[in-house]
């Protein structure tokens, strides 16, 4: 009889071994599968941002230099013309992929883990109903590994997540095209010009520049399905920049803009990170997000399997803990966020002219805290200049009924993922109610996505 896992985990990437590594941690036997060679992990990425403030809340000791490269203490974010920008203070920490995740899976190690690497998952054991096991494909031939629970950390594509039947619980569409972003970056070398410090954000391009390792500066752009897009939209966000330089090295990847599927859970399954499209709305990074649900992943795990009860019933706190907090807030910002990021650059500098609608306290807010806000009193006060702007022009009456159309959608759903069923009896009439307000978001996002791809395509 092979050897009985609690827990097998396809993807040893950030998600996956942080994930085994708080199981292990509570006494039970983990196994990560990655198809990859562990030590590739996170080469493709190069130079990454993780706010400081995640490393105490998610209990992982800071990194030393080597691995940290800059220690950037501002976020500012741009009008699209470039004149007007709100800094905020905010401590994040610019890393070494490879060397995190090195770190990492030394702790996940040190805790027992087990990886496996240039192991590829390649279908489920089932017994009873159950996941029983997985199995796997590496050089020499198929194998099966037994286990109690299977995580899918399998990034994007959900190895897991798109193979398991679909249930009234459980989601298995891969991802649109659509629903994805290229993130494209080049790191600059040789630099002439005016470097702001920290990290520069620009919505209108979802572009930034921010440190890279040593001297050069990283300058990237996110940019819907589109490869060549990306590119193209990389060069115009570059000429509107205070700055020269020349590409020392390019890279590029993917992430998913998109809901998670609507329930996490289903009988001996679980699904993080990536695969669960858990990556912050308004900046695509999707690291210390994952965290927050891959703490909460592992403590309903380690009390389902120690009463030796891994049903959906038994599952299902994590999306109650995961989806009526972070994710309430995620389905705010996902829905709203491209209504904002749609206005043309002239409303969006004619909204910086304003004062309080862009504000340091709002920055701070929507990065930390992942809440938007504006001072009730100053935007009252605002209410005058926005008039204006609407009677002159600056700001479209439908770009407002968009945005005020958006914003209450946004809402709803937010109010309806901070209800999320206590059961998943009650999952049937919440998910058609979701399904009902998300058809209405992705319209909207697919419609300003497609001009994008027309624009830069
Ligand atoms: C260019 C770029 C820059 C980014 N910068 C940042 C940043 O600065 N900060 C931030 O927070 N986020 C950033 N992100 C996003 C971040 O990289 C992801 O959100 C994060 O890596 C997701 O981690 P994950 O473990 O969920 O998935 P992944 O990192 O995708 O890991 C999944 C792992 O599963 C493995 N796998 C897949 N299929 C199988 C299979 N069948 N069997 C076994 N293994 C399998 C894969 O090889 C992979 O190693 C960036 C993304 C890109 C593309």
């Known amino acids: 009889m092979a050897d009985l896992y609690d827990a097998v985990v ?14 292990a941690e509570k006494g039970f036997r983990c196994l990560v599968l990655e198809k990859e060679k562990l030590e590739s992990l996170g080469r493709s990425i190069g130079p990454f941002h993780m706010e400081e403030a995640a490393f105490e809340k998610f209990g992982i000791p800071k990194p030393e230099m080597g691995e940290l490269l800059h220690r950037l203490e501002t976020i500012t974010m741009w009008s699209p013309d470039g004149n007007r920008g709100v800094t905020a203070r905010l401590a994040t920490l610019d890393m070494d992929k490879p060397a995190f995740m090195e770190r990492l899976r030394g702790y996940a190690l040190a805790s027992g883990v087990d990886f496996r690497e240039e192991t590829e998952f390649a279908g489920l054991v089932w017994e009873r109903g159950l996941p029983a096991g997985v199995k796997a494909r590496t050089a020499d031939g198929e194998e099966e590994m037994r286990c109690r629970l299977v995580v899918d950390a399998s990034g994007m594509g959900g190895a897991v997540r798109t193979r398991v039947p679909a249930t009234p619980w459980w989601e298995n569409d891969p991802p649109d095209d659509l629903d994805t972003l290229v993130v494209y970056m080049e790191s600059w070398k040789n630099l002439e010009g005016y470097l702001n410090p920290g990290i520069n954000s620009y919505l209108h391009f979802q572009g930034w520049y921010a440190p890279s390792y040593g001297e050069e500066m990283i300058v990237g752009v996110g940019m819907p399905s589109s490869p060549e897009g990306a590119r193209r939209r990389h ?25 998670p599927p609507l ?53 299902w706190p994590y999306n109650v803990r995961y989806f009526r907090d972070q994710g309430a807030k995620f389905a705010y910002l996902t829905a709203f966020m491209p209504a904002l990021a749609s206005l043309s650059p002239p409303e969006v500098d004619f909204l910086y002219s304003v004062p309080g609608v862009f504000s340091e306290e709002g920055t701070r807010a929507l990065n930390l805290e992942y809440e938007m806000r504006s001072d009730p009193e100053k935007m009252r006060k605002a209410l005058p200049t926005l008039v204006k702007g609407i009677a002159s022009g600056e700001l479209r009456p439908a770009s407002l009924a968009r945005m005020a159309y958006m914003g209450k959608t946004a809402a709803e759903l937010r109010r309806l993922y901070e209800a999320f069923p206590e059961h998943p009896s009650f999952f049937g009439a919440w998910a058609k109610r979701a399904r009902r307000l998300w058809r209405k978001a992705d319209s909207v996002r697919h419609a300003y996505f497609r001009t994008l791809l027309r624009k830069w395509s």
């Not at 396809?10 to 199981?23: K, N």
């Not at 966000?237 to 803009?257: H, M, N, Q």
């Not at 858990?278 to 210390?288: A, D, L, R, Y």
Request: some cysteine.
């Open 10 to 23: 396809v993807g040893a990437g950030t998600s996956g071994t942080y994930l085994a590594w708080r199981l």
């Open 235 to 259: 060069r115009a966000f570059a000429s509107t920049l205070p700055f020269r330089g020349e590409a020392a090295w390019r890279t590029e990847g993917r992430v998913p803009y998109r809901r």
């Open 263 to 315: 329930s996490l859970v289903d009988n001996g399954l679980m699904v993080v990170g990536d695969a669960a499209f858990m990556n912050k709305p308004f900046s695509g990074e999707g690291v210390t997000s994952a965290f927050a649900a891959c703490r909460i992943a592992a403590e309903v795990a380690a009390d389902a399997l120690t009463r030796d009860d891994l049903t959906r019933d038994a599952l």
